[in-house]
């Protein structure tokens, strides 16, 4: 009887087999796996309440264009992440047992397994997580061509955080790596383990903050999130980002076909410029320099130019840079501001600019090939480095100030202030 129910299941699954009992399950089940690896599953009762939100107020789209993708590809990676067990799904099937045990076992242990091996490429050099947090560092480490979550593959650093969701297990896993590094090298310096835990809390919540939101389908979120933490730091910015999106992000990146040079789009006008193509109002947008006045450009993107989402940075063979970084001299860029006047961006530009005409650059490269500075101990070479820099940068103050009548101007008229 038992075959018979068997031919009798097969046949029927042959004669018309999506409406046969094994037809509809197979089926089923092939659509919600589809779902799955698409992202594209329907979502809880949160998820359907953010989106239902959203639907009727349509503004909010600039913030969330998007909600059920982004929730998916998170959950995708986190039931890769050894915090994949704490989730309600991956509880019920390990009751269940059987095949959806192994499943979901399976995920959990391979997604694992590959943040153990992305862990030990990091520890290695071979791949990049967020990097220094503070600001001047990551800047000086940048200038050596060094890039935040990428694959170092020979000389070059290609960017891996735009693909989701294998993006945010290498992010986490190198992060963690990153911060492992830093306990160990802390506990070592202090063998009291008197770790700095403020610095070891900002490392972790910028993991978690670059691994989730920093991401382009979750942009709007967390620029809306540095305004309201700090209004007066990122709110112009957030304004100037929002007008900027009425140009398509399309036409954006045409415009870096043209220009590959990074402009210094300080106002919302600029900003909206700045994302216009092959018009030429972009190229009267001053460009951003570096602190010796030579012009920013964008990492080249692999393949299809600035439309591929990976981007390549080739490493800098710059003896400065590499001097700099390896000293411990993280230089900030200069004020915008001369006497207390503030500075326009073409005159902030102009102020860079002047270093690349007093060849500070190729002064301070004179230095450190010198016999002198090469037996000299660490500190010192720091010294002499960051004396020689902040002397070359009051030189191209007051060479822009005594060329510049608007900045006297104004210096004049905030001096006659003080006396009034």
Same mark, same amino acid.
């Given at each position: 009887?038992?075959?018979?129910?068997?031919?009798?299941?097969?046949?029927?699954?042959?004669?018309?087999?999506?409406?046969?009992?094994?037809?509809? +399950?197979?089926?089923?089940?092939?659509?919600?796996?589809?779902?799955?690896?698409?992202?594209?599953?329907?979502?809880?009762?949160?998820?359907?309440?953010?989106?239902?939100?959203?639907? $009727?107020? !349509?503004?909010?789209?600039?913030?969330? !264009?998007?909600? $059920?993708?982004?929730?998916? *590809?998170?959950?995708?990676?986190?039931?890769?992440? !050894?915090?994949?067990?704490?989730?309600?799904?991956?509880?019920?099937?390990?009751?269940?047992?059987?095949?959806?045990?192994?499943?979901?076992?399976?995920?959990?242990?391979?997604?694992?397994?590959? #943040?153990?091996?992305?862990?030990?490429?990091?520890?290695?050099?071979?791949?990049?997580?967020?990097?220094?947090?503070?600001?001047?560092?990551?800047?000086?480490?940048?200038?050596?061509?060094?890039?935040?979550?990428?694959?170092?593959?020979?000389?070059?650093?290609?960017?891996?955080?735009?693909?989701?969701?294998?993006?945010?297990?290498?992010?986490?896993?190198? +992060?963690?790596?990153?911060?492992?590094?830093?306990?160990?090298?802390?506990?070592?310096?202090?063998?009291?383990?008197?770790?700095?835990?403020?610095?070891?809390?900002?490392?972790? #919540?910028?993991?978690?903050?670059?691994?989730?939101?920093?991401?382009?389908?979750?942009?709007?979120?967390?620029?809306?999130?540095?305004?309201?933490?700090?209004?007066? $730091?990122?709110?112009?910015?957030?304004?100037?980002?929002?007008?900027?999106?009425?140009?398509?992000?399309?036409?954006?990146?045409?415009?870096?076909? +043209?220009?590959?040079?990074?402009?210094?789009?300080?106002?919302?006008?600029?900003?909206?410029?700045?994302?216009?193509?092959?018009?030429?109002?972009?190229?009267?947008?001053?460009?951003?320099?570096?602190?010796?006045?030579?012009? $920013?450009?964008?990492?080249?993107?692999?393949?299809?130019?600035?439309?591929?989402?990976?981007?390549?940075?080739?490493?800098?063979?710059? !003896?400065?840079?590499?001097?700099?970084?390896?000293?411990?001299?993280?230089?900030?860029?200069?004020?915008?501001?001369?006497?207390?006047?503030?500075?326009?961006?073409?005159?902030?530009?102009?102020?860079?600019? *002047?270093?690349?005409?007093?060849?500070?650059?190729?002064?301070?490269?004179?230095?450190?090939?010198?016999?002198?500075?090469?037996?000299?101990?660490?500190?010192?070479?720091?010294?002499?480095?960051?004396?020689?820099?902040?002397?070359?940068?009051?030189?191209?103050?007051? *060479?822009?100030?005594?060329?510049?009548?608007?900045?006297?101007?104004?210096?004049?008229?905030?001096?006659?202030?003080?006396?009034?």
């Amino acid at each position: 009887q038992a075959w018979q129910r068997v031919s009798q299941l097969v046949k029927e699954h042959s004669d018309n087999p999506l409406q046969s009992p094994i037809g509809k +399950d197979v089926n089923l089940k092939a659509m919600d796996v589809g779902r799955y690896q698409t992202f594209t599953r329907e979502l809880g009762e949160t998820g359907k309440n953010v989106q239902s939100f959203i639907n $009727r107020n !349509p503004y909010w789209r600039f913030l969330l !264009p998007f909600v $059920r993708t982004p929730v998916n *590809i998170v959950k995708y990676a986190g039931e890769r992440t !050894p915090l994949g067990f704490m989730s309600k799904e991956f509880k019920e099937k390990l009751a269940k047992g059987g095949a959806e045990r192994d499943e979901v076992l399976g995920r959990l242990l391979f997604g694992s397994s590959v #943040m153990t091996t992305v862990g030990i490429l990091a520890g290695g050099g071979q791949i990049t997580g967020a990097g220094p947090t503070d600001a001047n560092e990551r800047r000086a480490l940048m200038a050596t061509g060094w890039r935040p979550y990428s694959l170092k593959i020979g000389n070059a650093y290609y960017s891996y955080n735009r693909f989701e969701p294998v993006g945010i297990l290498f992010g986490i896993a190198a +992060d963690m790596q990153e911060i492992g590094d830093y306990v160990f090298n802390e506990s070592e310096k202090n063998k009291e383990n008197e770790l700095e835990l403020d610095k070891l809390a900002s490392m972790l #919540m910028g993991s978690v903050t670059n691994n989730l939101t920093n991401k382009t389908f979750l942009s709007g979120i967390s620029s809306a999130i540095q305004v309201i933490t700090d209004p007066s $730091r990122y709110g112009e910015r957030f304004v100037q980002r929002f007008t900027g999106s009425f140009v398509p992000t399309i036409f954006a990146h045409a415009s870096q076909l +043209d220009d590959p040079v990074l402009r210094d789009a300080r106002s919302i006008t600029d900003n909206f410029i700045n994302r216009l193509p092959f018009l030429g109002y972009r190229k009267e947008l001053p460009a951003r320099r570096d602190i010796f006045g030579d012009v $920013r450009t964008r990492d080249q993107g692999l393949g299809i130019s600035t439309f591929s989402p990976i981007r390549l940075s080739k490493m800098k063979e710059d !003896p400065v840079y590499n001097e700099f970084y390896k000293v411990g001299l993280y230089p900030s860029m200069p004020t915008r501001k001369i006497r207390n006047v503030e500075l326009e961006p073409k005159e902030y530009e102009q102020l860079l600019a *002047i270093q690349k005409k007093l060849k500070t650059k190729e002064r301070i490269n004179r230095i450190i090939k010198s016999s002198g500075y090469k037996n000299l101990p660490e500190y010192r070479k720091k010294e002499i480095l960051d004396k020689t820099l902040k002397k070359q940068q009051k030189r191209a103050r007051d *060479i822009l100030f005594r060329s510049n009548k608007r900045i006297q101007k104004e210096y004049i008229q905030l001096e006659k202030d003080k006396f009034q």
